[in-house]
C-alpha cells in the first residue's frame, strides 16, 4: 500500500476493508491455492514485466488478483493471441464453484495501444459461476481483483460482457454479463445506430453504456447487447466511481466490536 497516495488511503483501503470483513472473502480470499495436480500448494505466480521490474506475487495476491477462491488448483500458460482474447500469460483456475466443465482464465498482457513496454493490463476471458455458487461470488473478488490490480501498478481491466436483453430472470443458463459488468463499473462506447429507436432524446444523446444506464437503467435491461467493456484503473476514474458506491450499496457493513 502507498500511504502518501491520497486515493489508495481515502478510498481502496476502507473498500478493501469492507470487502475482507464479507463471509466471502473470510471464507475463501485468504490465500490457499493449489497446483493442478491439487496435492501440492502454489505458493504463488511470476509475472515477467519486459522493461519492469517482475511481479512476484504470493498465494493471497495471486488469489485476488485473478480472482481465484481458496480451495482451488491453479495454471499458468503463456499464450498467442486469440480472436477471442490477447497474448499474454493465462492464469486458469478450477474449483467447486465453476460451472460443470468450466475453467476460470484471467489473463496479464501488455495493451498494445499504449507505450509501456510492460504488461499493464488484464482480461477476463471466463468467469461462470454455478447456480449454486455462494451469493457475491463475484462481486466481492472483483473489488478486491481491482484494488490489488491498483496496486500493482495496471492500467485497465477488459472483458467481453456476453448476453442481450431482454434479461430473462427465469432463465439460469442465460448470460447477462452485459448488464452485470456495466454495474462494476466496465463500460464501453455505443454506436449511434444501436440507440437510434430509443424512446427519448436523452437516451439517443447517449454515448457510453454508462451514459445510457444514467440516464434509463431499465432501456438497457431491455435493449442492451454484448460488447468488450473496460474497467479504467486510473485514480479517481467513473468505472472507480461506480464500483466503489456500488460496493457499499450491496454489501453489509461489518458489525463494530463491542
Known amino acids: 500500500m ?17 470487502l475482507m470483513a464479507q463471509e ?16 501440492q500448494r502454489l505458493e504463488g505466480i511470476t509475472i515477467e514485466r519486459p522493461g ?16 481465484i477462491p481458496d480451495g482451488s488448483t491453479v495454471w499458468a500458460l503463456t499464450v498467442r493471441e486469440k480472436e477471442d482474447a490477447p497474448a499474454g500469460l493465462d492464469v486458469m483456475s478450477n474449483n467447486v464453484f465453476m460451472a460443470e466443465n468450466e475453467n476460470a482464465s484471467v489473463i496479464a498482457y501488455r495493451d498494445e ?39 500493482l501498478g495496471f492500467d485497465h481491466i477488459e472483458l467481453f460482457a456476453a448476453g442481450n436483453g431482454p434479461v430473462d430472470q427465469d432463465d439460469p443458463d442465460g448470460f447477462v ?34 451514459d445510457v444506464l444514467a440516464t434509463d437503467p ?30 457499499y450499496e450491496v454489501l453489509p457493513l461489518p458489525e463494530l466490536e463491542s
Not at 511481479?55 to 495476491?61: G, K, S, V, Y
Open 52 to 67: 519492469d521490474a517482475t511481479l512476484e506475487l504470493d498465494e493471497a495476491e495471486t488469489g485476488k488478483l485473478f480472482m
Open 218 to 247: 431499465d432501456w438497457w435491461a431491455q435493449h442492451g447487447r454484448g460488447r468488450e467493456m473496460r474497467f479504467d484503473l486510473t485514480a479517481h476514474s467513473r468505472s472507480w466511481r461506480i464500483l466503489l458506491n456500488y460496493l
Open 177 to 210: 454479463g452485459f448488464a452485470v459488468w456495466p454495474k462494476f463499473g466496465f463500460d464501453a462506447g455505443l454506436n449511434p445506430v444501436e440507440l437510434s429507436k430509443a424512446p427519448s432524446e436523452a437516451l439517443r444523446a447517449c454515448e457510453t453504456v454508462q
Open 2 to 18: 502507498d500511504q502518501n497516495d491520497p486515493f489508495e488511503r481515502d478510498n481502496l483501503e476502507p473498500a478493501e476493508a469492507l
Open 24 to 39: 466471502n472473502a473470510r471464507d475463501y480470499f485468504q490465500g490457499e491455492l493449489y497446483q493442478k495436480d491439487g496435492k
Open 113 to 151: 495501444e499504449g507505450t509501456a513496454l510492460r504488461v499493464d493490463a488484464l482480461y477476463i476471458r471466463r468467469l461462470i459461476l454455478s447456480a449454486d455458487a455462494p451469493e457475491r461470488l463475484a462481486t466481492v473478488p472483483f473489488g478486491l481483483m481491482a484494488i490489488t490490480a491498483y496496486r
